[in-house]
Each structure stands twice: as structure tokens, then as C-alpha cells.
């Protein structure tokens, strides 16, 4: 019987006592064919490409360096090898090299820059896909050649202001609207910090920079704010 | 002049450095008129969360735990007062009772829930809009009576799935489809689990069951996979 990865809601609360019977072994060893996907880090991202791929019939291999989590989900039928992803010989038995596609789902930034290296390094073909802490973790991915990252909390706030503006009373457009010019200026001011991450001093001029550019983004387009919001004072009349 | 938070890129490099030249002061003390928005925690979502509004020129006052946090964005032009958000003084201070929409971004499960408690009992009028780090800590918020509660990584993992997906040849169509279906499942899961949260062997079942839906669900809406991935074994025949 093939089971799912366990719901979250179970593991947060049985992993602590799993973890006081099982003491972790050697690191697996991995036998039979490669599979298309390989899954790095089997935490809450790790875990929904897991569901989405096995119900898309898309056979994977996750590695997970916490043996608390991979002994538990093990018991719910999922299949993940302990070990950690950066070192060669685990990326080797995982048959990395035959994969299709690497999804770096390690939420640790050391970690998972690692893997990152060292896939780069020895699999310079395979994509990756990869889960970013913040702006500086994404940095350093692209520094190794990252082409798709996503910072892991950035889409989830989005919604959530996108919310609060409808809570607010601002209408569906506006709303949507809002979230589009957002993104837009966040993507170009992330472009601007990655061009002088290496400089400090320029690095806070391009945040104060941005910052004005965005105050007066949505207004600049036309929208409007529902009754009850006092007018903003226009950038230009502001004390500087 | 008007600033906005800083980047995170900043906050990374230079936060270990202001911690160690300021020592937290006594709590802060709010003045002036109240802001339609209050948002608790202000870290990597409630940063966004306080760009967007200020965007859009919604006034926010910010709540946040950590001094250093505080002490760092304040130098970029940022109103975020220091303190603990579920202590009643501090809410009381920021006119939590004439706001029009609570933010519960505080990342630490018990500080959030413990927050969510107090906004609740005293200013049940005010709508609560949260993150969430897992299943277990919203159905803590639900039980709470929040009603807007998302898990903070599930829209970044579901971006992710879905560009897996086209990077292995699905095509759009089928790729936003699976998504659907996938949001689909998922919210029927957590409904399900809710109603069985406190026992433990019901959770298990509903887990069970709940793989062996997501298994069938693609084909079962007529999707197709690329070519070059194996058939699946219908559950039908599959051992049990």
C-alpha cells in the first residue's frame, strides 16, 4: 500500500517522542532504478512537491537529513533516504545525474547552499528548483547559477495583504492591481540589491530609493483608496 | 523623509552587528492617534505586509518582540515599536480597539497563539488576518475563532509544484489544473483532520485515506502526463 507523507498536524506532534526511542544509523544506502525528480529536504515544502508529484504520477527520490523525520514518514509509506544531500556519494546513489529536475526544499541557508554547490558542481545539466529563506539566500543561489527560486514566506504575504486590503474596503481590482505593481517593484528593487550586494553603503541607498519609488506607486497608477484614509503627502513636498 | 523597512538583505548582514552595540531599553510607549492596522511581528512577512499598505497609504502601527529587530528597522525610517504583543498595556497603547484589521505575523507558534488569545477576548470586533507555521498552529488559531489563517510556506511550495510540473514537460494547462485539484484535496484534508485533531488514531486514518484520494485524483480528472513517465497501478489492484 502507497501512503502519502504524513499530515504535518500528526508529525508535529508525534516526532518528539519518535525521536526519544529511535536513535539515528549509518546514512541509507540507495538501490534500484533513478528516478525522474530528486527532492532535497523533506520539511513542509519537501513535503507538498512530494503530494503533488504522486498525484501527478511522478516518481521521486527525497533526501532528508533529520532521521527523526524520515524514520516517521517512513511509517506512513513515504519513501525517503537519510543522509545529507550535499555529500557526493548520497547525490551518486540517488542517481542524481539520470534526474530530470532538483528540488532544493532545504530550509537551512548553510545546507542548502551546499547542496546547491555541489549539485552545480557535478550536475551542471540537471535543473534546479529551490526554496530561499530571504533575500540573501536567494543571492547566494544565483550566484551558483539558480535560475528558479522562490523566497518561501513571499508568496504567502502577498495573499495576506491582498486580503487586507478587501478587508480594508479597497475593491477586488484595485486589490489585484496592487499585488501586480508590488511584485513589479519588488523584482526590480531585488535586481538593483543583487547588481551592489557587495556593497554596503550602495546597497542602503538602493533600499531608500525604493522605498520612495513605492510610496507613491499606486496613486502614480491611478487607483484609488476607499473613504476614511487620509491623502498621503506627494513624495516631492516631504521633508528629505 | 519617509522610509520603508529595510531590505533583508541588510537586515542579515548587519543585524548581528547592531545586537551587539544596543542593549534592549524598557518597552516602548505609543503616542499619538490610532491606525486602522495593527501588525504583530515584524519580520519577514510583516515587512511586506507594511510595504504593500504603505504603498497603497494605509497607516499601520507595527508590533514587534525583538529589540534588535526594532532598533535596526527604525534607522531606516520605519514606526515599529518594541514589545510584546500579547501583553495587554501594549495593545491597549497602540488603540488595538479602534483598529480596523489585526495582522498576526509573529512567526514563534506559542507568542502567536498567545497573541491571538488576547486580541480575541478583548477586541473580539477586530478581524484577525494570520500566519501560520504548520496544520497544528492553525487549527490553534481556529479554535480561536481566526478565520483568515495561512500557512506561511504552502503558497511558495504550490508555485514550486507547479513549475516541476512544466519543467517536466506538462503543459500549462494540466500543470494549473493539478493545482486546483490539489488546493482542492488539501482543504478537504484539513477539514477532515480539524474534525478528528485530538485523537490521534482517527488522525492516522484520515492521513491514510487521505493519500490514497490524492493518488487517483489526476487521471481520475482526465489529465494527462508527459510521455516518459510510468503508468501508475490503479489502487484497485494495488496491495493493501
Chains 1, 2 share one sequence.
Not at 539520470?98 to 551546499?114: M, P, Q, T
Not at 543561489?141 to 504567502?156: Q, S
Request: glycine share 6%.
Amino acid at each position: 500500500m502507497l501512503l502519502s507523507p504524513p499530515a504535518f498536524a500528526l508529525q508535529d506532534r508525534l516526532l518528539a517522542r519518535w525521536a526519544e526511542r529511535h536513535a539515528a544509523p549509518e546514512f541509507d544506502t540507495i538501490s534500484g532504478p533513478g528516478n525522474p525528480v530528486i527532492i532535497a529536504g523533506y520539511g513542509r515544502v519537501g513535503q507538498i512537491l512530494s503530494r503533488v508529484l504522486r498525484m501527478c504520477g511522478v516518481p521521486f527520490t527525497a533526501l532528508e537529513a533529520s532521521y527523526q523525520q524520515v524514520d516517521f514518514v517512513r511509517r506512513f509509506g513515504s519513501k525517503v533516504y537519510y543522509g545529507d544531500a550535499s555529500r557526493l556519494e548520497l547525490l551518486e546513489a540517488a542517481k542524481t545525474g539520470e534526474a530530470r529536475l532538483f528540488v532544493l526544499a532545504i530550509d537551512e541557508v548553510e545546507a542548502s547552499v551546499k547542496t546547491a554547490e555541489v549539485v552545480r558542481k557535478h550536475y551542471p545539466h540537471v535543473p534546479i528548483l529551490a526554496r530561499a529563506r530571504n533575500r540573501v539566500h536567494l543571492f547566494r543561489l544565483r550566484d551558483l547559477g539558480v535560475k528558479h527560486i522562490w523566497r518561501e514566506t513571499f508568496p504567502a504575504s502577498l495573499e495576506m495583504a491582498r486580503q487586507a486590503l478587501l478587508s480594508l474596503g479597497f475593491d477586488t481590482a484595485a486589490s489585484d492591481r496592487a499585488m501586480v505593481l508590488f511584485k513589479q517593484h519588488d523584482e526590480r528593487q531585488i535586481e538593483a540589491q543583487y547588481a551592489v550586494q557587495h556593497d554596503e553603503a550602495q546597497l542602503i541607498q538602493s533600499a531608500k530609493e525604493a522605498a520612495e519609488q513605492l510610496q507613491g506607486l499606486f496613486e502614480a497608477d491611478g487607483q484609488q483608496r476607499p473613504e476614511g484614509f487620509p491623502q498621503p503627502v506627494p513624495a516631492a513636498t516631504r521633508g528629505s
